[in-house]
């Protein structure tokens, strides 16, 4: 498998073809399997860029809205009290409330702001990723390839893995399709060593490597005591198993 990568340095109209491109939006996926594929296709690609891009400014805004893509819900969750005030209906996360600002408690009014500014500052950031559609007519086939393609940007950090491009903006619109449907914890650190990103498939999987998690149990208070019993365990089912075997 090959890789290339590359930090480009301003925005021109992207060069890449409707083959190397981001799938159009569907209204949904036509089964559970097809949609776990789908979201852990999109992890899977965030996982090598994030890992390949550490260090640079590209890595820094992408992380920056993976983070707000996870605490923002939690944070409008934990102060929606500060959205209720005299109106019986519901508000959208981030949308301005409906009676007049002077009828609001005060400090409701500046956690609104607060959340709103984020809210707002989120949004600015995603502006930036402009996809247009692209089509292919493929000659033999009979048949049209359509896809989402990238304008590019020279400042923003670019990977190539065999045939496929992965940039800034690709990492992008593939965090905010798995925030949308729920998914965005298949992308996480390392719980080790908390430098490489890893794809949690399960909510169980939480390091980067054997390594990483056989440090993390080896530092937990009571590892040698959990390793001893698994042992006993294992040897005792071993044991089991050989007696049972003999008196068939």
């Excluded at 550490?54 to 819900?73: C, M, N, W, Y």
């Excluded at 934990?78 to 400090?107: C, S």
């Amino acid at each position: 498998m090959e890789t290339l990568t590359a930090v480009t340095n301003y925005r021109t109209k992207s060069s890449r073809t409707t083959v190397d491109s981001q799938p159009i939006p569907r209204q949904s996926p036509r089964s559970a399997r097809e949609a776990r594929q789908l979201s852990l296709g999109d992890a899977d690609k965030v996982v090598q860029w994030l890992n390949t891009s550490k260090g640079t400014a590209s890595h820094a805004r992408v992380v920056a809205i993976r983070r707000e893509l996870e605490e923002l819900p939690s944070e409008f969750a934990t102060h929606a009290d500060a959205y209720v005030h005299g109106f019986p209906g519901h508000l959208l996360h981030g949308e301005p409330p409906r009676e007049r600002p002077q009828d609001w408690p005060k400090e409701k009014l500046r956690v609104q702001r607060q959340l709103g500014n984020r809210h707002a500052a989120l949004n600015e950031a995603l502006k930036k990723y402009v996809f247009r559609l692209h089509a292919t007519c493929v000659i033999f086939g009979g048949r049209w390839i359509f896809g989402l393609v990238p304008d590019e940007n020279k400042r923003w950090f670019r990977m190539t893995i065999d045939r496929e491009t992965i940039s800034e903006a690709d990492a992008v619109i593939s965090l905010v399709r798995l925030a949308e449907t729920g998914d965005l914890r298949k992308v996480r650190l390392c719980e080790m060593c908390e430098k490489r990103w890893r794809i949690a498939a399960k909510r169980n999987y939480r390091f980067c490597s054997k390594d990483c998690r056989e440090a993390f149990y080896a530092n937990a208070p009571d590892y040698h005591n959990r390793k001893a019993a698994n042992q006993r365990r294992y040897r005792e089912n071993q044991k089991r198993n050989r007696a049972n075997q003999g008196s068939i």
